[in-house]
């Protein structure tokens, strides 16, 4: 699957943003969803993950409670609502893509497809 990234932009802090990943290909209902971000300087880290058959998703601690991802399968989209942004929320933000994983995966490497990434600015 093919992914694309979009969304990103500046934001106060306090503020919010709805990012989308848009899959290509007719298995996408098929694949756990996730969204990883990188911040200058910085590692890689994983922000939240939903699995194939849906459900109300898995959540790095620092995002726990201001940011939800959903999917629409209909649309081979998959959505990170962030809210309560905060200047530390800035980063070039990824969705990334695994074909039917059903337990919890939060590691760079459990996944199979990558978009390109949309950056989030966060201002104080």
């Known amino acids: 699957v093919q992914l694309q990234a979009f969304g990103g932009g500046l934001v106060q802090a306090g503020g919010s943003l709805r990012l989308s990943c848009a899959a290509s290909?007719?298995?996408?209902?098929?694949?756990?969803m996730g969204w990883f971000r990188q911040a200058p300087g910085k590692e890689r880290e994983f922000v939240a993950l939903?699995?194939?058959?849906?459900?109300?998703?898995y959540y790095a601690d620092s995002v726990k409670g201001r940011f939800t991802i959903s999917r629409d399968n209909t649309k081979n989209t998959a959505y990170l609502e962030m809210n309560s942004l905060k200047p530390d929320d800035t980063a070039v933000y990824y969705c990334?893509?695994?074909?039917?994983?059903?337990?919890?995966?939060?590691?760079?490497?459990?996944?199979?497809?990558w978009g390109q990434g949309t950056l989030v600015t966060v201002s104080s």
């Open positions: 990334a893509a695994k074909y039917k994983v059903t337990k919890t995966i939060a590691a760079i490497t459990d996944f199979d497809s």
């Open positions: 939903v699995w194939w058959v849906g459900g109300s998703g």
């Open positions: 290909g007719r298995t996408f209902s098929s694949y756990a």
